[in-house]
C-alpha cells in the first residue's frame, strides 16, 4: 500500500529533488492530511530537524504545525529524532511509529564494533517497544546516509539493514540518487533488500508508476510516495484500489463501522465498486444477488459517508470508517448486527445530542437553557452529589448526571471528548 508524505521545511509542505532542490512548496497542510489519512498511513517528515537546524529544546520552526498534525490521521514521523526523550514526546502527542535516520547508527563503526548505536536503540526499544520503530536505511551508491543526505558511513545497504532489523518493526528504504527524479527507483536493491530482512520494508525514492506500486506490493513493500502525488502523476485512489489482493479473491469483503469503532455491515465490492465509493464519498458495494453496483442508501436514503479506508495485513479485505445518515439495516436498526434502533449509547453519541440541542433547540429543551454560568453550577452541584452517594444504583445515577453537565460545558468551550481521550492517551504514552 501506499503512505503518503508530508515533508516540512520553514514552516511550509515542500518536495525537493535529491534531498537538496525545491520542486514545490505550498501551505494546506490540514486538506493534505484529510485526503490523505481516508486512503492509508501518513508519514509527516521534518526535513530542518533532520538537517540538525534545531533550537535548544530540539524544535524547529514546523514544530507547531508537526503536533497539529499528529492526531489528525493515522501518522508515522520522523526527521531529526536524536533522543529517546524526543521519540516518547512524539508518541505521546500521536504519532504512531517513530522514524529514525542518523541516530541508529555508529559512524565510527570499525572491525568488531556494532555498526549501530546499540546503547541509544537498546534504551529506544525500552521506552516505547519495537513495533513503534522504524529504522531508516537510506543509501547512496548503496551505502547507508545520514545527516539529511549530506554523509554516506562505510556500511552497506544491506549489512545496514540485517543489522538494524533487530531494533524495529519497518525498514523505511530511500533510494536517494532516485529521490524525487521520478524516473522509478533502484529495484534490484529493492529486491536484495527484500530478501535479506524479515521484517516490513518500506520503499521511498522515484517511485513514479502504479505498475511500479503494484510490483513493489507484490514484493512485499510498502511505498512512502511524495513527489508523484503532489504533481497528480499517481492517484492515491488508483493505487489503493490496485494494491488490493486481485490475485486471490474478485470480490473484497468490506466491513462498515461507525467512527466510534461500532460494527454496521458487511457487504463486498469490486474495483468498479470501490471507484464509485471513491468518486462519490458514499460506500459502495456490488450486489451478488442483483449483479450490479449498489450505493448503500441509495433508496432510503440512509447513506454511508466515507471517512477512511484500511486494509488488513492480507490485502484481501477492508475496514471502511463510516458516517453513518440514518438506520444501516433494512429493519430500520442503527446497525445489521443487532436490533436497537439507535447507537449504542458513548460519551460521543451524547455529546452529539447536545450539539443538536444547541444547534436547533427544541420547544422545551433544558440542554438550551444552560448557559455559561448555570452549567457550571450544575457541574459542582452533581460533582458534590456524586461524591456523597452511598449505593451503586446512586454513584450510577449521579455519574451520569455529572457527565451530561461536564459534556455541556465541554461543549461550551468547544473541547470533544476525542481532546480529553487524546491527552489521556498522551499521559500514558509519556510514562
Same mark, same amino acid.
Given at each position: 500500500?501506499?503512505?503518503?508524505?508530508?515533508?516540512?521545511?520553514?514552516?511550509?509542505?515542500?518536495?525537493?529533488?535529491?534531498?537538496?532542490?525545491?520542486?514545490?512548496?505550498?501551505?494546506?497542510?490540514?486538506?493534505?492530511?484529510?485526503?490523505?489519512?481516508?486512503?492509508?498511513?501518513?508519514?509527516?517528515?521534518?526535513?530542518?530537524?533532520?538537517?540538525?537546524?534545531?533550537?535548544?529544546?530540539?524544535?524547529?520552526?514546523?514544530?507547531?504545525?508537526?503536533?497539529?498534525?499528529?492526531?489528525?490521521?493515522?501518522?508515522?514521523?520522523?526527521?531529526?529524532?536524536?533522543?529517546?526523550?524526543?521519540?516518547?514526546?512524539?508518541?505521546?502527542?500521536?504519532?504512531?511509529?517513530?522514524?529514525?535516520?542518523?541516530?541508529?547508527?555508529?559512524?565510527?563503526?570499525?572491525?568488531?564494533?556494532?555498526?549501530?548505536?546499540?546503547?541509544?536503540?537498546?534504551?529506544?526499544?525500552?521506552?516505547?517497544?519495537?513495533?513503534?520503530?522504524?529504522?531508516?536505511?537510506?543509501?547512496?551508491?548503496?551505502?547507508?546516509?545520514?545527516?539529511?543526505?549530506?554523509?554516506?558511513?562505510?556500511?552497506?545497504?544491506?549489512?545496514?539493514?540485517?543489522?538494524?532489523?533487530?531494533?524495529?518493526?519497518?525498514?523505511?528504504?530511500?533510494?536517494?540518487?532516485?529521490?524525487?527524479?521520478?524516473?522509478?527507483?533502484?529495484?534490484?536493491?529493492?529486491?536484495?533488500?527484500?530478501?535479506?530482512?524479515?521484517?516490513?520494508?518500506?520503499?521511498?525514492?522515484?517511485?513514479?508508476?502504479?505498475?511500479?506500486?503494484?510490483?513493489?506490493?507484490?514484493?512485499?513493500?510498502?511505498?512512502?510516495?511524495?513527489?508523484?502525488?503532489?504533481?497528480?502523476?499517481?492517484?492515491?485512489?488508483?493505487?489503493?484500489?490496485?494494491?488490493?489482493?486481485?490475485?486471490?479473491?474478485?470480490?473484497?469483503?468490506?466491513?462498515?463501522?461507525?467512527?466510534?469503532?461500532?460494527?454496521?455491515?458487511?457487504?463486498?465490492?469490486?474495483? +468498479?465498486?470501490? !471507484?464509485?465509493?471513491? @468518486?462519490?464519498? #458514499?460506500?459502495?458495494?456490488?450486489?451478488?444477488?442483483? /449483479?450490479? %453496483?449498489?450505493?448503500?442508501?441509495?433508496?432510503?436514503?440512509?447513506?454511508?459517508?466515507?471517512?477512511?479506508?484500511?486494509?488488513?495485513?492480507?490485502?484481501?479485505?477492508?475496514?471502511?470508517?463510516?458516517?453513518?445518515?440514518?438506520?444501516?439495516?433494512?429493519?430500520?436498526?442503527?446497525?445489521?448486527?443487532?436490533?436497537?434502533?439507535?447507537?449504542?449509547?458513548?460519551?460521543?453519541?451524547?455529546?452529539?445530542?447536545?450539539?443538536?440541542?444547541?444547534?436547533?433547540?427544541?420547544?422545551?429543551?433544558?440542554?438550551?437553557?444552560?448557559?455559561?454560568?448555570?452549567?457550571?453550577?450544575?457541574?459542582?452541584? +452533581?460533582?458534590? !452529589?456524586?461524591?456523597? @452517594?452511598?449505593? #451503586?444504583?446512586?454513584?450510577?445515577?449521579?455519574?451520569? /448526571?455529572? %457527565?451530561?453537565?461536564?459534556?455541556?460545558?465541554?461543549?461550551?468551550?468547544?473541547?470533544?471528548?476525542?481532546?480529553?481521550?487524546?491527552?489521556?492517551?498522551?499521559?500514558?504514552?509519556?510514562?
Amino acid at each position: 500500500m501506499v503512505i503518503a508524505s508530508i515533508d516540512l521545511k520553514d514552516g511550509h509542505i515542500v518536495q525537493l529533488k535529491n534531498g537538496k532542490d525545491l520542486v514545490l512548496q505550498r501551505d494546506d497542510a490540514d486538506a493534505l492530511i484529510k485526503d490523505f489519512d481516508r486512503y492509508g498511513e501518513v508519514a509527516v517528515i521534518d526535513l530542518d530537524a533532520a538537517m540538525g537546524h534545531v533550537d535548544a529544546k530540539g524544535n524547529t520552526v514546523n514544530t507547531p504545525l508537526l503536533k497539529s498534525l499528529l492526531r489528525k490521521g493515522n501518522v508515522r514521523t520522523g526527521g531529526g529524532v536524536r533522543t529517546v526523550k524526543r521519540a516518547r514526546e512524539l508518541i505521546s502527542l500521536g504519532a504512531e511509529k517513530v522514524i529514525i535516520g542518523s541516530s541508529a547508527w555508529n559512524p565510527d563503526a570499525h572491525d568488531g564494533d556494532s555498526i549501530l548505536n546499540t546503547a541509544f536503540l537498546d534504551e529506544l526499544v525500552q521506552a516505547i517497544g519495537k513495533q513503534r520503530i522504524i529504522i531508516s536505511v537510506d543509501a547512496i551508491e548503496g551505502h547507508i546516509a545520514v545527516k539529511g543526505w549530506t554523509e554516506t558511513l562505510a556500511i552497506s545497504l544491506i549489512d545496514g539493514a540485517k543489522a538494524a532489523e533487530k531494533y524495529c518493526s519497518e525498514l523505511l528504504f530511500t533510494c536517494v540518487e532516485k529521490e524525487g527524479c521520478m524516473q522509478g527507483t533502484d529495484m534490484v536493491q529493492v529486491r536484495a533488500l527484500r530478501d535479506a530482512v524479515s521484517c516490513k520494508v518500506v520503499v521511498a525514492g522515484g517511485v513514479s508508476t502504479i505498475e511500479e506500486i503494484t510490483e513493489l506490493e507484490h514484493l512485499g513493500c510498502d511505498v512512502q510516495l511524495g513527489m508523484a502525488l503532489y504533481t497528480g502523476k499517481v492517484s492515491l485512489k488508483d493505487s489503493f484500489i490496485a494494491c488490493l489482493n486481485w490475485e486471490k479473491v474478485d470480490m473484497i469483503p468490506v466491513i462498515a463501522q461507525s467512527p466510534h469503532r461500532q460494527v454496521l455491515m458487511m457487504g463486498y465490492a469490486n474495483k +468498479e465498486a470501490f !471507484e464509485k465509493t471513491f @468518486a462519490t464519498n #458514499k460506500l459502495t458495494f456490488w450486489s451478488r444477488t442483483r /449483479d450490479v %453496483l449498489w450505493t448503500k442508501g441509495e433508496t432510503s436514503g440512509h447513506y454511508l459517508e466515507v471517512v477512511k479506508l484500511r486494509v488488513d495485513c492480507d490485502r484481501d479485505t477492508v475496514l471502511a470508517t463510516v458516517i453513518p445518515h440514518g438506520g444501516v439495516c433494512h429493519t430500520g436498526s442503527f446497525t445489521c448486527f443487532g436490533s436497537d434502533p439507535d447507537e449504542t449509547s458513548s460519551l460521543e453519541r451524547l455529546y452529539g445530542t447536545i450539539a443538536e440541542r444547541f444547534a436547533n433547540p427544541r420547544p422545551g429543551s433544558y440542554t438550551a437553557t444552560l448557559d455559561h454560568k448555570r452549567v457550571r453550577e450544575k457541574v459542582e452541584e +452533581e460533582s458534590e !452529589e456524586l461524591c456523597e @452517594a452511598e449505593t #451503586k444504583n446512586d454513584v450510577i445515577w449521579e455519574a451520569a /448526571d455529572l %457527565l451530561y453537565f461536564v459534556s455541556v460545558l465541554m461543549y461550551k468551550e468547544g473541547v470533544s471528548w476525542k481532546d480529553v481521550c487524546d491527552e489521556l492517551d498522551r499521559r500514558h504514552k509519556e510514562k
